[in-house]
C-alpha cells in the first residue's frame, strides 16, 4: 500500500521535469498567436513607445485588414503592395466563423488570431484593437497604420501614400487621419444606446464623437487606443437600443479628440458615399459604375489633401478595377 503510493508519488515527481522538457516543443504554435487580448495589450503597450531611430531604417505603414469575408480585392492589393517591400506590413483580423481562405502572395501568414465580429457591437472595436496591438508588438518600425476592410480599395500607389504621410505637404505630419465629428444628427441617441447615464463620469456627452472607423494612426495614437482601459470599459457595454448602436463609429474619435485632439486632422482619407444609403450601408459601386472618372472624382476632396481609399466596391468590381490598375489607380 505504502510502496504503491510512494511509487506514484515519485513517478509524479519525475514527471515534471519532462513536462518542462516538453511544454516549449508544445507552445511555438501558440507563441505567434496570443489569445488573451488582456496580455497581448499588456505586451504591446510595454513594448511600444520605445522609439526605434530612423535614421537606418525606413519607416513602415501597417495595413489593418478587418474582415468577415474573403478579400474580394486580393489582386489588386497585392499590385499595390508588389515591389514596396519592405515599407509596409499587412496583419489580417479574419472572423474565424466565415471560413476565410487566405489569398496567399503578400497576405500568407498575415493572419492574426482573431475572434468573432458582429456589426454594431463592440466586438469591432476589439478587433481594430486586437491588429492595433499586433502590428506594435509585430514591427517597431510601424509609423502608420491604416485600417481597411475587404470592401476598401487604393486609389493611388503605394509610393504616393508613402510619400504623402512621411514627406509631404499639405499632409500634417505626425498627425492621425481620423474624422472626428460631434453635433451629428442622432447623436444623443447613440450617447444613451447603453442607457441614460451610463457613460458617466467617463464620458460626459459634450465630449462624446463619431466618426468613420476607416483610419490611420501615428504610432503614439495606435498605443493610445491599446493602453486605454478607462473609456472601453464603458464602449465594451452592450446597447440596449440597437437601432442606435455603433460603438466602433464612436470609440476612436471620443477617445482620440480627448486624448490629443491637436494631433487628428479630424478627417479620414477613406472615401465614401453616402448619398442614398439604405439601412446604414453606404453606396457600394457596382462594376458598370468603374471608370477612370469614378477613381479622379473619388480622389478629390475639399480641401488640399487626397483620398486614398475608397468603399464599399461589390467583390464583381475586381475585373473592371484590375483593368484600370496599371493606368489609372497606380498612375498618380
Ligand atoms: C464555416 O464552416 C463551418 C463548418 O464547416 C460551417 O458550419 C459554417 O457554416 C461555415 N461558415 C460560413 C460562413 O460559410
Ligand atoms: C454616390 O452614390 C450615388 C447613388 O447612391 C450615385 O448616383 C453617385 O454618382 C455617387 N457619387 C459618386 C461621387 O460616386
Ligand atoms: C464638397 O463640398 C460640396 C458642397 O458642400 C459637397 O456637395 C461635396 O459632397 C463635398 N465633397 C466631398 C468629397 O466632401
Known amino acids: ?15 515534471f521535469p ?12 501558440k507563441r505567434t498567436q496570443i489569445q488573451n487580448d488582456a496580455v497581448l495589450f499588456r505586451r504591446a503597450t510595454l513594448s511600444g513607445g520605445t522609439a526605434v531611430s530612423t535614421t537606418n531604417h525606413k519607416p513602415k505603414i501597417a495595413f489593418l485588414f478587418l474582415t468577415n ?9 497585392q499590385l499595390f503592395f508588389q515591389s514596396n517591400e519592405p515599407l509596409y506590413n499587412i496583419y489580417i483580423h479574419a472572423d474565424p466563423s466565415s471560413n476565410i481562405t487566405s489569398p496567399g502572395g503578400v497576405f500568407s501568414g498575415r493572419f492574426i488570431a482573431a475572434q468573432k465580429t458582429q456589426r454594431a457591437h463592440p ?7 486586437r491588429l492595433l496591438a499586433t502590428a506594435l508588438l509585430d514591427d517597431p518600425l510601424n ?11 487604393p486609389l493611388h500607389s503605394f509610393k504616393y ?14 498627425r492621425s487621419f481620423i474624422e472626428i465629428l460631434d453635433g451629428e444628427p442622432q447623436i444623443w441617441e447613440r450617447y444613451i444606446a447603453r442607457g441614460k447615464n451610463v457613460m458617466l463620469p467617463e464620458v460626459p456627452f459634450e465630449q462624446f464623437r463619431v466618426g468613420s472607423q476607416f483610419f490611420v494612426l501615428t504610432q503614439k495614437h495606435a498605443l493610445v487606443v491599446v493602453r486605454d482601459r478607462r473609456l472601453w470599459r464603458k464602449f465594451k457595454l452592450p446597447c440596449l437600443n440597437l437601432d442606435s448602436c455603433y ?8 477617445l482620440l479628440s480627448m486624448e490629443d485632439p491637436d494631433g487628428c486632422t479630424r478627417y479620414t482619407l477613406t472615401r465614401v458615399n453616402w448619398t442614398g444609403s439604405v439601412g ?3 453606396h457600394t459601386y457596382g462594376p458598370r459604375e468603374i471608370s477612370p472618372q469614378l477613381i479622379h472624382g473619388l480622389r478629390d476632396s475639399n480641401s488640399s489633401y487626397s483620398f486614398m481609399f475608397a468603399r464599399k466596391f461589390s467583390p464583381d468590381c475586381l475585373r473592371p478595377l484590375m483593368d484600370i490598375a496599371e493606368k489609372v489607380i497606380f498612375r498618380d
Open 1 to 15: 500500500m505504502f510502496n504503491a503510493k510512494f511509487l506514484l508519488t515519485i513517478s509524479l515527481l519525475l514527471s
Open 18 to 29: 519532462l513536462l518542462f522538457l516538453f511544454i516549449p516543443r508544445i507552445l511555438p504554435h
Open 69 to 77: 469575408t474573403d478579400l474580394h480585392f486580393a489582386p489588386l492589393w
Open 123 to 129: 466586438t469591432l472595436i476589439s478587433a481594430a484593437r
Open 143 to 153: 509609423s502608420y497604420f491604416a485600417v481597411v476592410s475587404q470592401y476598401c480599395i
Open 161 to 174: 501614400l508613402y510619400n504623402s504621410l512621411f514627406f509631404k505637404s499639405p499632409f500634417p505630419m505626425h
Open 247 to 254: 460603438p466602433e463609429e464612436h470609440y476612436f474619435p471620443t
Open 280 to 282: 446604414g450601408h453606404p
